[in-house]
T-cell receptor
């Protein structure tokens, strides 16, 4: 598509439930990133996919968080047994590897509220 | 390793006044530098980028930033603030020799008073 698409745009879930957040990157972008933005905070890196390489998971805050990217395109971020501190906006971005000097293109984010 | 510091989490200016948002970085190699803007309830939008060409970079909406290696700074400016500039601004750095990872600063919220 023309931009990075994220769904749902808003998600309210009960504490302890699992949630799945979806990201559809720009066609042809080989790199995909997940960030988390908590209220009043900057961007916290979560995970990075580059082509068929093993993802960089160094930013995932706990083993309740996982992500996959199928076919080098769509990615799903899964949060198991959600906690109230997981409430945040989850941003996805993609970029084209090898162009180095390009920034990311961000989606509009998924606002997750855990009640 | 690289890092970004944005001085001032909140900046308030009057409409028509100069906008100056500060960004200092640390990087072990020459960096690429970026400014992003985030309007309420939206994702981040690329404002401008420095990629080792001209040190004065012009972006969208009348913003520009100057790369000063001696000061390790990449401050964002706009001569005359408009009400529509009210948003959160993020500075980001990426070393030019490794991967695609951006490191973001904590953000500066710009408020514009009428």
């Amino acid at each position: 598509g023309a931009g990075v698409s994220q769904s749902p745009s808003n998600k309210v879930t009960e504490k302890g439930k699992d949630v799945e957040l979806r990201c559809d990157p720009i066609s042809g972008h080989t790199a995909l990133y997940w960030y988390r933005q908590s209220l009043g905070q900057g961007l916290e890196f979560l995970i990075y996919f580059q082509g068929n390489s093993a993802p960089d998971k160094s930013g995932l805050p706990s083993d309740r968080f996982s992500a996959e990217r199928t076919g080098g395109s769509v990615s799903t971020l899964t949060i198991q047994r959600t906690q109230q501190e997981d409430s945040a906006v989850y941003l996805c971005a993609s970029s084209f590897k090898g162009t180095g000097n390009y920034g990311y293109t961000f989606g509009s984010g998924t606002r997750l509220t855990v009640v | 390793a690289q890092s970004v510091t944005q001085l001032g989490s909140h900046v308030s200016v009057s409409e028509g006044a100069l906008v100056l948002l500060r960004c200092n970085y640390s990087s072990s190699v020459p960096p690429y530098l970026f400014w992003y803007v985030q309007y309420p309830n939206q994702g981040l939008q690329l404002l401008l980028k420095y990629t080792s060409a001209a040190t004065l970079v012009k972006g969208i909406n009348g913003f520009e930033a100057e790369f000063k290696k001696s000061e390790t700074s990449f401050h964002l400016t706009k001569p005359s603030a408009h009400m529509s500039d009210a948003a959160e601004y993020f500075c980001a750095v990426r070393p030019n020799n490794a991967g695609n990872m951006l490191t973001f600063g904590g953000g500066t919220r710009l408020m514009v008073k009428p």
